[in-house]
């Protein structure tokens, strides 16, 4: 079915372009008591229907009914001030809706101004949004919130709201389920049907690292599909994400869709994600629905915290001998299905696409695709792309007769810039039939630096309290112990990525038990907060290490303290129900102390724990990095697994070795941080085997190369040092 399936609504939606989502530690929901709501009507009739239908793979998976509105604090909400704000609270209400989500418009905040959003209970805050989380002032969807009230806070510095900064465009009423019932739990994870695999269960490189370039794509606040983050032979990053044209098909489905990364289970068959990176906003660049593909660039460049991905991708005549899809099956976290066997080329199975541009997939031997699957990538066993999800019949009961548009005649179907990749993917008109993936942070990451002062050597433990006492001592305990904090002898700047923290017991009793990570300025003791996020208990595991951002980095100059606080909902009078980071064996002398803990009044050092005292340090660790500066230096070393460069950085020779099948014409290019060609040349017959190259004219610096070798192109970065002395 190429025309898509459109759900009857009274207007139109108008969108300009929308900016990446960001969310800051900026001033707090203020939480009024709400005695009047806002309703938005959607026909019953209407949600039946659509809970009825049975949705098919080559649709978008739709979840929500859009109802478009124009409220404004002119019009709607109440107006709260304070001594120093004016807030517009805009409260809303869609009778059993199962989330609501919304998009903002206008969205011209003053500076000092910032927005959250929240549902009845408080499970879920979305925000702070403030000025720097949309370039663009026309609009800004958000992700749904659950249940069927939500809480729109707008905050203002001053005496008075601006004309024109603020309003809602239009609210979704989820009918299918974004969110459980409970408030807290995104039951798509678990939805998709019982053949699926999480892709948390894989241990395979080659499946890990294509799974970083796969997002999840909300349209327009109720649709959802799949795509994947592409790179391309440029030397440039361009955050291109390519899906299905059923699934966007104009400029305003693509201003209008968040894309979501890395959402996938915690661990193998764990529970969902609530933390979830989320860009919000793109341009079309290319569609053709004869083929079925949108290419579209993303607004903003994802974070380094997000752990992006740019897939490699292959054009050539070979057909793979074996694909992988990864994909969000009905929204689901991320799964991951096999075929062990070669795809074959076949036309799709409805009219109107172009005849044998479709790989079919006879069988999966494992996992299918289901209805948001629909532009999901199909890697072949090198891990490049191959093609994206149109639709097809597999199911977990018949696994068979799926069909993927084929990436190359995505490149070569027509001439027009706007209907085909190659003037996309390939802007330096190289001809390339095959292009490496691209790791946009490596660099960056390779010059990271965990800090911690548990040693390597220690495995950790926890100290569990004697009867009548109860608990652990880093975590809630009878000794009203629930915050704990990690000295950081930081010296000079940087930008902390993650803190990883080695748990040794994790449990919660109900939905709402949680745990707060903190960054706290340095000194005799933790300072003020630097950066905060909140992690469900239920998202968390006994003797496993967590990871957790901020949804950025977070730049630090000298020491700085890290650690968390812990929240159970009901008080725990027993010591299995727990959260706890481990601790270090003892240390000999009392300086050597870096664990600190918080009694409700004053930190104290853990010398002068109440019941455990002891020099000790808490199995905490931080992930520092010197910058995240994009396009400061290139990936350095995500070649093909055929190519390596050494050494890289260099100060005398540079040697590039290729081994495999025969090249018959190489030509090399290497350029200045500026684009500027500095070294150019042609060879014969060079690989396999190690071309060396002596480079004395060089200056010390960063430099970007490329390497067509026939038909396959190599690039990346080379640093030239200082001779050694």
């Not at 990446?20 to 709501?37: C, L, S, Y």
């Not at 609501?100 to 910032?114: F, V």
């Not at 066997?341 to 009219?351: D, E, M, R």
């Not at 495995?459 to 001592?473: A, D, K, Q, V």
Request: charged residues 15%; glycine residues 8%; contains cysteine.
């Amino acid at each position: 079915m190429k025309s898509r399936i459109l759900i009857p609504i009274l207007l139109f939606i108008s969108s300009g372009i929308l900016y990446g989502q960001t969310e800051f530690p900026v001033g707090a929901p203020f939480f009024p008591e709400i005695h009047e709501w806002h309703e938005i009507i959607v026909d019953p009739v209407q949600i039946e229907v659509m809970r009825s239908l049975e949705q098919v793979k080559d649709q978008p998976y739709q979840f929500a009914i859009p109802v478009p509105v124009d409220l404004s604090p002119e019009n709607s909400g109440f107006i709260v001030t304070t001594a120093d704000e004016t807030i517009w609270v805009l409260p809303l209400f869609s009778k059993g809706a199962l989330s609501l989500n919304l998009i903002m418009g206008p969205c011209n905040l003053p500076d000092g101004a910032y927005i959250y959003m929240y549902d009845q209970g408080h499970h879920l805050v979305r925000g702070g949004f403030t000025n720097s989380s949309s370039t663009d002032r026309m609009t800004m969807p958000v992700l749904p919130v659950p249940g069927d009230r939500m809480v729109l806070e707008c905050h203002f510095p001053g005496r008075a709201i601006p004309k024109g900064s603020i309003g809602v465009k239009q609210v979704a009423h989820d009918f299918a389920g974004f969110f459980g019932l409970e408030g807290i739990k995104d039951i798509y994870y678990g939805r998709s049907d019982a053949c699926e695999v999480d892709l948390s269960c894989s241990t395979n490189p080659n499946y890990l690292l294509a799974a970083r370039s796969v997002v999840r794509l909300l349209i327009a606040g109720s649709e959802l599909c799949t795509g994947v983050l592409v790179n391309n032979t440029g030397s440039d990053y361009k955050a291109y994400v390519l899906t299905a044209n059923h699934c966007i098909e104009t400029e305003i489905q693509a201003a209008n869709t968040i894309f979501v990364f890395n959402y996938q289970s915690p661990w193998c068959n764990g529970p969902d994600l609530t933390n979830m990176h989320s860009l919000t906003g793109s341009v079309l660049r290319a569609e053709n629905p004869d083929i079925d593909f949108s290419l579209v660039e993303l607004n903003q460049f994802p974070s380094l915290v997000f752990k992006p991905y740019f897939s490699g991708w292959d054009i050539t005549l070979t057909t793979p001998s074996n694909t992988f899809a990864i994909h969000h099956p009905e929204g689901d976290v991320m799964k991951i299905s096999i075929d062990d066997n070669a795809p074959i080329t076949s036309s799709y199975p409805i009219a109107g696409f172009v005849s044998n541009s479709f790989w079919r997939i006879l069988k999966w031997e494992m996992g299918a695709t289901e209805p948001g699957s629909s532009g999901g990538p199909l890697f072949d066993q090198n891990g490049r792309l191959r093609g994206t999800l149109t639709g097809g019949s597999a199911t977990c009961l018949d696994p068979t007769n799926d069909y993927y548009a084929k990436l190359i005649r995505m490149f070569n179907i027509t001439a027009v810039p706007a209907t085909n990749l190659r003037p996309w993917l390939d802007p330096v008109s190289s001809g390339a039939a095959l292009a490496s993936g691209r790791d946009p942070y490596a660099y960056n990451l390779s010059r990271s630096d965990t800090l911690g002062n548990l040693a390597d050597s220690d495995p950790g433990t926890s100290s569990s309290y004697s009867n009548p006492g109860w608990g652990l001592s880093t975590g809630n305990n009878s000794d009203s112990l629930i915050t704990y904090a990690e000295y950081f002898p930081f010296t000079g700047t940087g930008e902390i990525a993650w803190v990883r923290l080695d748990v040794a017991a994790a449990s919660y009793l109900d939905e709402a038990d949680s745990i707060r990570i903190f960054l706290w300025s340095g000194g005799s003791q933790p300072g003020a907060v630097i950066a905060s996020r909140k992690i469900k208990l239920r998202e968390v595991k006994s003797s496993n290490e967590l990871e957790v951002d901020f949804g950025r980095t977070v730049s630090v100059t000298g020491p700085f303290y890290a650690g968390y606080n812990i929240y159970y909902k009901s008080k725990l009078i027993l010591p299995q129900t727990q959260f706890a980071v481990k601790h270090s064996a003892p240390w000999p002398l009392a300086s050597q102390n870096s664990a600190w803990f918080h009694n409700g009044v004053v930190w104290r050092p853990f010398t002068l724990h109440p019941t455990y005292p002891m020099a000790t340090s808490l199995g905490i660790k931080v992930v520092m990095v010197e910058n995240s500066i994009l396009n400061a230096i290139e990936d350095p070393g995500q070649e093909a697994q055929d190519m390596t460069v050494f050494p890289n950085p260099f100060y005398g020779s540079l040697s590039f070795s290729v081994t495999g099948t025969g090249v018959s014409e190489t030509s090399l290019r290497i350029y200045n941080n500026t684009g500027n060609v500095v070294f150019a040349s042609e060879y014969r017959n060079v690989f396999p085997g190690v071309l060396t190259l002596e480079l004395p004219h060089l200056k010390p610096g960063i430099y970007h190369y490329g390497i067509m070798n026939d038909t396959v192109f190599y690039s990346g970065t080379l640093i030239k040092t200082e001779p050694k002395l």
